[in-house]
């Protein structure tokens, strides 16, 4: 796959503050991206870096091959970025800012922009002093969905959006993947990132901590099961693993070391299995298994 972003040991200092301290990670054509962590973990100081807003410390940092603090202006020529919360001129119509924002990148398409406004029920013609925040999120997602960009950078991207423009903003991300365009996603709905991403990057304290697909990183923790049987459940309780044993009705809700897997299987094949369910670790475990050092 062709290589779209390529980190590695980013570092970034601010005077005595290390904001980053070592950021590896790459982005690939066609691929989904999520890139993870609290307030004040690094992602957004890694993301104005990558839009060339800072320059790094330390390490490397290139999109399309090219220097992302030398040669930002060729780079921004094929990317598209929203951030967390839009600052948009208060005068003028979402649809002027849309417009302009089209006319600056230059790679605009007119009727991508028309469909993307019935898509997120934006009305173009208020002024945006008049905006909520959620509609000031919109009028970037619209902007930024409607040019022709290899490259989508998105930091916290449906802040202020209602469930329903959330859903919208994934399937059009889903498209743009369809179409072989690279995304880093950075957001703080971990069921947005499970949904879309491909691969996750979790970064804590400005050093990328875990990094992988979804699967490669569900070895790191534990599946949850639950087991209902007619014969004596609780014998399950005793293998080596298994933990957070609970029994109501003769049904059984552990959690076990994926490593366990097989000798669970096995156990519960001699006894009369009713009921056996397995529940893989979510991003959300994932997550939490760094920021509350488990």
């Known amino acids: 796959m062709e290589e779209i972003i390529k980190v590695s ?78 600052a948009l001129w208060g005068n003028l119509t979402g649809g002027e800012i849309i417009d302009l924002f089209m006319s600056l990148h230059g790679h605009g398409d007119k009727k991508q922009r028309d469909y993307l406004i019935k898509r997120f029920e934006l009305d173009p013609k208020k002024k945006a002093k008049s905006y909520s925040k959620g ?7 619209i902007a930024a969905l409607s040019v022709a960009s290899e490259l989508y950078i998105f930091d916290e991207p449906t802040s202020g959006l209602d469930p329903l423009m959330e859903a919208v903003f994934q399937e059009e991300v889903a498209k743009l993947k369809q179409a072989g365009k690279a995304i880093l996603l950075s957001s703080h709905i971990l069921s947005e990132v499970e949904h879309l991403a491909d691969k996750v990057v979790i970064i804590r304290q400005g050093k990328v901590v875990e990094s992988g697909t979804l699967d490669e990183l569900r070895h790191l923790t534990r599946s949850t099961f639950t087991v209902r049987t007619k014969d004596d459940v609780t014998q399950l309780k005793t293998l080596t693993g298994v933990y957070d044993f609970v029994v109501k009705d003769n049904e059984a809700k552990f959690s076990a070391d994926n490593t366990q897997m097989n000798a669970i299987l096995l156990a519960a094949t001699k006894l009369t299995v009713e009921k056996f369910e397995v529940t893989p670790p979510t991003l959300e475990d994932l997550f939490m298994r760094h920021y509350q050092g488990v």
Do not use: C, M
């Not at 991206?33 to 839009?51: E, H, Q």
């Open 135 to 141: 509609n000031r999120q919109k009028v970037g997602l």
């Open 9 to 86: 040991h980013l570092k970034k200092n601010f005077g005595k503050t290390t904001a980053l301290s070592d950021v590896t990670f790459t982005v690939n054509a066609g691929e989904v991206v999520g890139f993870i962590g609290p307030n004040g973990a690094g992602k957004s100081t890694t993301i104005r870096t990558l839009l060339g807003i800072i320059e790094k410390s330390g390490g490397q940092a290139t999109i399309f091959n090219k220097d992302v603090w030398k040669e930002s202006l060729a780079i921004h020529e094929k990317i598209s970025y929203v951030p967390g919360d839009v």
